[in-house]
């Protein structure tokens, strides 16, 4: 008998994002593994390798399938990495869970740190954020436009492509490839807002399904991702906006921090802030880092 159904993209990392999902369900309300099923949503992000999110439509090619299977009821929620998904969401779904966050860091492969990358050595990323904060830190190197899935990058980096790329911590430890790379402290490269968190969603009006979901969330994890998206969203961020954000609690008290750059790296404004609302410290964040942001940075915030 299947209580449930999780809809998931098909990758590696998504399906054992899905398994830790329905692991966290079946421990909380004592279902069986076989009580919860995954359904394999294909996305247009997994079919389009050869160019950046930014140009073929953004975050909304990880989602709108997802989104599409959960309103016509095919499945009871979708398992999402948090920050693949847009900042806006569809009135009628709703973010029930966020499973405790894992490494938040960027993981460089090729050389031990950004320092020690050659002279012009070739970096493949597709992110317009790791893209500004390399050139940031080293205007020398040339950017290559990498997509794919962990394997396929790790693959087409062995082959010579590139000279390095980079890849989330959380999604290498969560395959089993601990090992790979070095990290990138996040005082030198900030992580992308919710990096490192999985997310659940369900529709707005399905009750049983929040709560069921609802049981396995992390509370804290959750305030980060709120403060961290509420920032995005001040900004009017979008795929082609390189910032990067990081929210820490500590008790009551949220801290967060930030990074805007140009697309060039060369120009970028940082700031942070404390309190204890999530949303109203995104929306403070973001003014002040605005307002005192180089015109180069700003027009491509808050268009």
Known sequence: ???????????????????????????????????????????????????????????????????RALLDGEIDAAV??????????????????????????????????????????RVGTSSPRRRAQLLRLRPDLTITLFRGNVETRLAKLAAGEVDATLLAAAGLARLGRDEVGHAIPTDVMLPAPAQGAVGVEVRAADEVAHAAVGAIDDPA??????AERALLAAL???????????????????????????????????GSVEGTQGRLCGATLAAELLDRAPPVVRRLFAA
């Not at 994890?221 to 709120?226: D, G, K, L, R």
């Not at 795929?239 to 060039?264: I, K, N, Q, Y």
Request: glycine content about 6%.
């Open 1 to 67: 008998m299947i209580r449930f159904r999780l809809g998931t993209r098909g990758s590696p990392l998504a399906l054992t994002q899905a398994a830790m999902v329905r692991a966290a369900l079946c421990a909380a309300h004592g279902w069986h593994d076989e009580e919860v099923a995954t359904v394999i949503i294909r996305t247009t992000g997994d079919r389009v390798q050869d160019r950046a999110l930014a140009e073929i439509g953004g975050k909304a090619l990880w989602t709108k399938e997802l989104d």
């Open 221 to 226: 994890t959750h305030a980060c991702i709120v």
């Open 80 to 121: 999402h990495s948090m920050k693949d998904v847009e900042t806006v969401r569809p009135a009628a779904i709703r973010i029930a869970a966020t499973l405790p966050r894992a490494d938040v860091r960027d993981r460089l492969i090729g050389a031990a740190s950004v320092e020690a990358l050659p002279r012009n050595a």
């Open 236 to 270: 009017r961020a979008d795929c082609h906006s390189p910032v990067g954000a990081l929210a820490s609690l500590a008790g009551e008290t949220l801290s967060l921090r930030a990074e805007l750059l140009a697309e060039d790296g060369e120009a970028h404004v940082t």
